[in-house]
């Protein structure tokens, strides 16, 4: 019994931060699909559109990746907050360059469905979610 109730010591912390990661997941997905002009919800829900889908769940994913180092480096919840956000604005920064440097067209090219523009935004989602996550361990 004493071997259980040591395993659960954590807990409380487990749930707390896990709950402030999914918010903060929530609160990322709406955000970016405010600030990315295409409607992701509408092109994979009702459009099928896989370019899409395959660019958004890239930035999903590269942020889940920060938040995790931010997680796991992180000296507090307060710290771990104050870094989900530097992870949440790094990756909208990420669609932004994507966007206005590397292929100014994108917006349209995942409108129109071509899987190559989805894969180098999710790519590149993906990328930037590791350096920042790198970059969360002091």
């Given at each position: 019994?004493?071997?259980?109730q040591?395993s659960?010591?954590?807990?409380?912390?487990f749930?707390l931060?896990?709950?402030?990661a999914?918010v903060?997941?929530l609160?990322?997905?709406f955000?970016?699909?405010?600030?990315?002009?295409?409607?992701?919800?509408?092109?994979?829900?009702?459009?099928?559109?896989?370019?899409a889908?395959?660019?958004?769940?890239?930035a999903v994913i590269g942020?889940a990746?920060?938040?995790a180092?931010a997680?796991?480096?992180s000296?507090s919840?307060?710290?771990f907050?104050?870094?989900?956000l530097v992870?949440?604005i790094?990756?909208?920064?990420?669609?932004?360059?994507v966007r206005?440097?590397?292929?100014?067209r994108?917006?349209?090219?995942i409108?129109?469905?071509?899987?190559?523009?989805?894969?180098v935004?999710?790519?590149?989602?993906?990328?930037?979610?590791?350096l920042?996550?790198?970059?969360m361990?002091?």
């Open positions: 019994m004493e071997a259980i040591t659960l010591t954590g807990l409380t912390n749930a931060y896990f709950s402030i999914l903060l997941l609160a990322f997905t955000i970016y699909s405010l600030v990315t002009p295409h409607n992701e919800w509408k092109l994979v829900k009702d459009d099928k559109n896989a370019a889908a395959t660019g958004f769940i890239g942020f990746i920060a938040l180092s997680i796991s480096n000296v919840l307060i710290d907050a104050i870094w989900g992870a949440l790094a990756q909208i920064i990420a669609f932004a360059i206005f440097v590397f292929m100014p994108i917006v349209q090219r409108n129109d469905n071509e899987l190559s523009a989805g894969i935004l999710g790519g590149t989602s993906i990328a930037v979610g590791l920042n996550a790198a970059c361990t002091y």
